[in-house]
């Protein structure tokens, strides 16, 4: 089921729509203000967003900026205004449809229904043979050797992504530092296990929310690290 955000300071717009594209079989989320639906939007799965321009908090410009930056699904902004000024201003920022207010509920189910299928096409098929670890908020596409950290795209040295990859891999098995050194260097350690606690440090500074108290990787006491799940 595709998922759906709603970003609509107008609560009963908001609502009406989310009624009609639950009927189409839409998982359907609102939000009313926008900095809490820029919030939403960058750290949780949606597969399209309906975004106003004119929103408390952010404006529905800046969100479609920030979002168009670190993700590619589909954005419909709405907007009571007619200018064409707006129009060419949001699809500017990377929004793929503009609709005028007011407009009827089954015509945004139409449009959302078309731009969905047509982003399918477009990525599903190269998606679908990507290579992926979630847990939690961590996501690791092994194919394209990208990590995001609650939507958000993080950047990985070679080795550190191979020594994250490797651990997510193997939730909840202990492995040495020089077991790890092993693995991910593919030689003996001979004294520069210091290595492995390096790149530990740093993929905890990028995956974890308080990297003194890791929700991942976590460090076992005279043993080495486990990966969490």
Not at 7 to 31: G, P, Q, R
Not at 216 to 228: H, L, N
Request: net charge negative; with cysteine.
């Amino acid at each position: 089921m595709s998922k759906i955000l709603i970003i609509e300071d107008e609560e009963a717009i908001a609502e009406l729509e989310k009624d009609y594209l639950e009927l189409s079989e839409f998982e359907v989320t609102i939000e009313n203000d926008g900095t809490a639906g820029l919030s939403k939007a960058l750290k949780e799965d949606f597969d399209l967003i309906v975004l106003d321009i004119m929103l408390p908090g952010t404006d529905g410009f800046e969100i479609c900026r920030e979002v168009r930056q670190i993700k590619k699904i589909p954005i419909i902004m709405v907007s009571a205004k007619k200018e064409d000024i707006d129009k060419i201003r949001g699809l500017g920022l990377g929004a793929d449809d503009y609709m005028t207010k007011p407009f009827s509920p089954s015509e945004l189910v139409a449009r959302v229904k078309a731009h969905l299928a047509s982003y399918k096409r477009l990525v599903g098929d190269d998606e679908s043979r990507n290579q992926w670890i979630e847990i939690r908020g961590l996501k690791i596409d092994k194919t394209a050797r990208r990590v995001f950290v609650d939507g958000i795209e993080k950047d990985f040295t070679t080795k550190e992504f191979d020594l994250l990859t490797f651990l997510a891999e193997h939730p909840n098995h202990v492995y040495s530092k020089e077991e790890l050194f092993k693995a991910i260097w593919q030689m003996d350690s001979v004294g520069d296990i210091a290595t492995v606690t390096v790149h530990i440090k740093k993929i905890r500074e990028k995956i974890e929310a308080d990297s003194a108290h890791p929700q991942y990787i976590e460090t076992v006491w005279g043993a080495g690290y486990r990966f969490k799940v």
